[in-house]
């Protein structure tokens, strides 16, 4: 899955609403890759299920808009997998 940079912001700052706090899963200008731990992963899929279970726009709404719930789903999705390891794109 390829998310750019605002969509992993948006879900970061979407998980942040519901309780959820890791500065450090932020994508720095520079940084390529970013591993995460298995407590930071089952925190973000725990908080983005919360937005989800709300059922409110609210809930999955960002500055910049809502975001989109099938995003959020396909996310929850992929951090079920193993070895979660996110990184920058070249493009």
Do not use: C
């Amino acid at each position: 899955m390829n998310l750019t940079d605002s969509e992993w912001r948006a879900l970061v700052y979407v998980a942040s609403s519901q309780g959820f706090s890791a500065p450090h899963l932020r994508l720095e200008e520079g940084e390529e890759a970013l591993v995460m731990e298995a407590d930071d992963i089952e925190g973000l899929r725990s908080a983005l299920g919360k937005a989800l279970e709300a059922r409110d726009v609210e809930a999955i709404k960002t500055p910049g808009g809502e975001l989109a719930y099938d995003t959020i789903q396909i996310v929850r999705h992929v951090l079920r997998s193993e070895g979660v390891r996110l990184a920058r794109s070249s493009a």
